[in-house]
């Protein structure tokens, strides 16, 4: 921790003593500038001369709808095409495609490549001869391939899937040879290993498919064997032979009893007719009979020679009765030969009626037969659909190795990246850039001499002049030290003429030698009628008046009693004690941005000096924060505690007023401090950025104090000393701090205030 004496802080730099320099030197800044640059072009003069040339390869799937398989989709981008075109340019770079170049350009013999010293001037090879020291032998191939390396360079176009094969070499034609060279070696190399891939599947396949063979022909054997075995024979249709038996079975049934009813309705029909003595003449049965059509024949033939007679002779004539008995003869008969007919169909639906009872017996037993052929034929779909899947599988290898032998045997598979520019000689070369170079080396060099020039400057004191020490005999801050308006009227009569006798300039006070000053009578007298507010402004504004403006001797008054006055202890005066007002003073003047209290006991003593500090801050319109890192006490709001283990952020921690001039970060809620959290050091800083005076409390010094936490400030310590705490036990604590590694501790006694 580092404080600057009053002599550093009014230091300033003289801009002009340093243009002053730089414009003196100006003549030896050009004059090496340009030696600089002359030696630079020189060597850039025996560097060689290296063009460039690129070649660009597309890397996307390639499709041909007619080497392309039947069942195959086309190829689509997807979204990784950064970690394709990555995987493209290390296949490039690789030492496999790169020998390929080598071989093929046989770049072995050129003198660029094999070392030979066609590669032009080296200032690290000529660095390295000078040294003595020689690199170690390596084969011609691997001399070659590091230099190929050197010289190319592979990339990926912004955003885009093209990939830029960049040579550089001394001969143009070459560059441009080497770049396409590289790139039909990568294009090559890509569809020999899809064509490698190709084959390897292929030769796989082939296996599977002599496999597969066997364990199709076991598995149809397995199904032939059962069907044997179980007498599960396949008729037409794909229908099995029980099944096609239970069919006809149940068609005769069917048959047999459409037949029985038709024969018994058309017996009924025929009795009914008969019983009601209508004719039977008309049925298609009855008339099918050969005995009835002749008696019906005979019947017309009667009733015709009848009707003839009839014309001639009467009814009761013997030859019409003749013809009427011979007519009603043939009707018995016909009668007679209905009855026959139906006792024939009766005999026939009992015929059809004991073949379905044969035919339901043959169908119960086809059934029993069935429900076992039934459940073997459970296991035989089994075994049919193991040899399909088998047999499947099969066909679908056989498909699959067709087309990839014969991909193999045309080379009709597409490398998934093709060149779509070839390379070109150039014109102009690429390296070196003279022009750039030789700008380059100007500017760093002015830049270095310029700077070189104002750090000496600085360094020996030439360009620092001393600022003029502030004379405070009535400054802003000590002239109206408080408004008479805030005081009673019996405290103004008190403190207005000790200030009307003070004289117009008095001598400043040394800090060194500074004793705490006795307050007025009238002060002392009238401040325990006061409220306690009142009463710690007005004591404080009283010291700050007792240390700026003393009292002369004819302003003494006259002597009190001891039992009189107030007892109180004179501090005694060592080194590194500072007056209250002139802290005060710094604070306002800008002179101290962050201060750092330290108890010497009791944490009280830094919040009464930190009250009167930003009390008096606040008053001069300046913007306060106030830290408190050493009360130990837990406060109701989040605090420098629940930032430390994280429990709170930056923002929680800090409590602001409503026009932001005052911000206050208290202990909060937690117990300790955690010290190894950083973040109560960031927010100091950040305090220190944004508000004008920062006071931070660390509380009393000991194995518990704060302090360490916020070593690295650069801020003024202040050591502050109670009413109760002996003077040479604070000098010494103030030793021990500056042993422990504080640049500077200073002591600020409060026993005169307390006193007073």
């Given at each position: 921790m580092a404080y600057e004496s009053q002599a550093v802080r009014d230091a300033r730099i003289d801009v002009g003593a340093v243009l002053g320099a730089v414009v003196k030197r100006l003549p030896r800044v050009i004059l090496l500038t340009v030696l600089l640059l002359a030696a630079t072009f020189a060597i850039l003069m025996f560097m060689p001369r290296l063009y460039e040339s690129s070649a660009s390869i597309l890397v996307e799937p390639r499709s041909n709808i007619y080497t392309r398989a039947a069942n195959e989709q086309a190829p689509s981008l997807t979204g990784g095409e950064a970690g394709v075109v990555s995987s493209q340019i290390e296949l490039i770079k690789s030492r496999d495609t790169l020998m390929k170049v080598i071989d093929q350009l046989d770049l072995r013999s050129v003198p660029e490549f094999n070392g030979s010293g066609g590669g032009g001037f080296s200032p690290l090879g000529l660095v390295t001869q000078l040294l003595g020291r020689k690199s170690a032998p390596v084969s011609i191939d691997e001399t070659v391939l590091s230099n190929l390396y050197e010289r190319l360079t592979v990339i990926q176009e912004r955003d885009s899937r093209i990939i830029s094969v960049l040579v550089r070499s001394t001969d143009p034609q070459r560059a441009a040879d080497i770049a396409n060279a590289v790139a039909n070696a990568h294009v090559a190399r890509r569809a020999q290993l899809s064509l490698s891939d190709t084959a390897e599947a292929s030769g796989w396949l082939l296996i599977e498919i002599e496999r597969l063979r066997g364990v199709v022909n076991a598995a149809e054997t397995k199904v032939a064997d059962f069907k044997v075995d179980n007498d599960l024979?396949?008729?037409?249709?794909?229908?099995?032979?029980?099944?096609?038996?239970?069919?006809?079975?149940?068609?005769?049934?069917?048959?047999?009893?459409?037949?029985?009813?038709?024969?018994?309705?058309?017996?009924?029909?025929?009795?009914?007719?008969?019983?009601?003595?209508?004719?039977?003449?008309?049925?298609?049965?009855?008339?099918d009979s050969v005995v009835i059509q002749q008696l019906s024949e005979e019947k017309a033939r009667l009733q015709g020679e009848k009707a003839q007679r009839s014309a001639t002779l009467l009814a009761n004539h013997p030859t019409i009765q003749a013809l009427t008995a011979q007519i009603n003869e043939l009707n018995n008969q016909i009668t007679i030969e209905g009855r026959r007919v139906a006792d024939a169909l009766d005999a026939e639906a009992q015929i059809e009626a004991d073949l379905e009872v044969s035919l339901q017996a043959d169908l119960t037993r086809a059934k029993g037969t069935a429900?076992?052929?039934?459940?073997?034929?459970?296991?035989?779909?089994?075994?049919?659909?193991?040899?399909?899947?088998?047999?499947?599988?099969?066909?679908?290898?056989?498909?699959?190795?067709?087309?990839?032998?014969?991909?193999?045997?045309?080379?009709?598979?597409?490398?998934?990246?093709?060149?779509?520019?070839?390379?070109?000689?150039?014109?102009?070369p690429a390296s070196p850039k003279t022009?750039?170079?030789?700008?380059?080396?100007?500017?760093?060099?002015?830049?270095?001499?310029?700077?070189?020039?104002?750090?000496?400057?600085?360094?020996?004191?030439?360009?620092?002049?001393?600022?003029?020490?502030?004379?405070?005999?009535?400054?802003?801050?000590?002239?109206?030290?408080?408004?008479?308006?805030?005081?009673?009227?019996?405290?103004?009569?008190?403190?207005?003429?000790?200030?009307?006798?003070?004289?117009?300039?008095?001598?400043?006070?040394?800090?060194?030698?500074?004793?705490?000053?006795?307050?007025?009578?009238?002060?002392?007298?009238?401040?325990?009628?006061?409220?306690?507010?009142?009463?710690?402004?007005?004591?404080?504004?009283?010291?700050?008046?007792?240390?700026?403006?003393?009292?002369?001797?004819?302003?003494?008054?006259?002597?009190?009693?001891?039992?009189?006055?107030?007892?109180?202890?004179?501090?005694?005066?060592?080194?590194?004690?500072?007056?209250?007002?002139?802290?005060?003073?710094?604070?306002?003047?800008?002179?101290?941005?962050?201060?750092?209290?330290?108890?010497?006991?009791?944490?009280?003593?830094?919040?009464?000096?930190?009250?009167?500090?930003?009390?008096?801050?606040?008053?001069?319109?300046?913007?306060?924060?106030?830290?408190?890192?050493?009360?130990?006490?837990?406060?109701?709001?989040?605090?420098?505690?629940?930032?430390?283990?994280?429990?709170?952020?930056?923002?929680?921690?800090?409590?602001?007023?409503?026009?932001?001039?005052?911000?206050?970060?208290?202990?909060?809620?937690?117990?300790?401090?955690?010290?190894?959290?950083?973040?109560?050091?960031?927010?100091?800083?950040?305090?220190?950025?944004?508000?004008?005076?920062?006071?931070?409390?660390?509380?009393?010094?000991?194995?518990?104090?704060?302090?360490?936490?916020?070593?690295?400030?650069?801020?003024?310590?202040?050591?502050?000393?109670?009413?109760?705490?002996?003077?040479?036990?604070?000098?010494?604590?103030?030793?021990?701090?500056?042993?422990?590694?504080?640049?500077?501790?200073?002591?600020?006694?409060?026993?005169?205030?307390?006193?007073?």
């Open positions: 024979f396949t008729g037409s249709n794909n229908t099995s032979l029980l099944d096609q038996q239970l069919s006809a079975i149940a068609a005769q049934i069917n048959s047999a009893q459409e037949r029985k009813a038709t024969a018994l309705s058309r017996a009924t029909l025929i009795r009914g007719m008969l019983e009601r003595g209508q004719s039977i003449e008309g049925v298609a049965d009855v008339r429900s076992t052929a039934t459940q073997d034929t459970v296991t035989l779909d089994g075994l049919q659909r193991e040899a399909k899947a088998q047999r499947d599988l099969l066909e679908g290898y056989l498909q699959r190795y067709n087309e990839a032998f014969s991909r193999t045997e045309t080379s009709s598979a597409l490398p998934d990246v093709r060149v779509v520019t070839l390379a070109a000689p150039s014109v102009t022009q750039l170079v030789l700008l380059a080396v100007g500017i760093v060099s002015v830049a270095t001499q310029v700077g070189l020039i104002v750090f000496a400057e600085l360094m020996s004191g030439r360009a620092i002049v001393p600022g003029r020490a502030l004379e405070r005999p009535q400054d802003e801050l000590d002239e109206v030290p408080f408004s008479e308006d805030e005081l009673e009227p019996d405290q103004i009569d008190a403190v207005a003429p000790e200030v009307a006798e003070a004289p117009a300039t008095p001598e400043p006070v040394a800090r060194d030698q500074y004793v705490e000053p006795q307050l007025p009578a009238p002060v002392a007298e009238a401040t325990p009628a006061m409220p306690p507010a009142t009463s710690n402004f007005v004591r404080t504004m009283a010291e700050d008046v007792e240390a700026v403006v003393p009292r002369t001797p004819a302003a003494e008054p006259a002597a009190e009693p001891v039992a009189a006055r107030p007892a109180r202890r004179e501090p005694r005066v060592v080194p590194g004690m500072i007056a209250l007002s002139d802290l005060a003073s710094d604070l306002v003047l800008g002179r101290t941005h962050l201060v750092i209290l330290a108890g010497h006991r009791s944490n009280a003593d830094c919040e009464a000096l930190a009250e009167e500090l930003v009390g008096d801050a606040l008053a001069r319109g300046l913007s306060v924060a106030l830290v408190d890192a050493g009360s130990a006490l837990a406060t109701e709001e989040t605090g420098l505690t629940d930032l430390s283990t994280e429990a709170a952020s930056f923002g929680d921690v800090v409590h602001k007023s409503a026009d932001n001039s005052f911000a206050e970060v208290p202990w909060g809620r937690g117990r300790a401090i955690s010290r190894q959290s950083s973040k109560p050091l960031t927010l100091v800083e950040a305090l220190g950025d944004i508000y004008e005076v920062v006071v931070l409390m660390t509380g009393p010094v000991g194995m518990a104090s704060t302090l360490p936490l916020f070593e690295s400030l650069d801020g003024r310590l202040v050591l502050v000393a109670g009413d109760e705490d002996e003077i040479d036990a604070v000098a010494e604590t103030r030793e021990q701090l500056l042993d422990a590694g504080f640049a500077q501790v200073e002591i600020a006694a409060l026993s005169a205030r307390v006193a007073a």
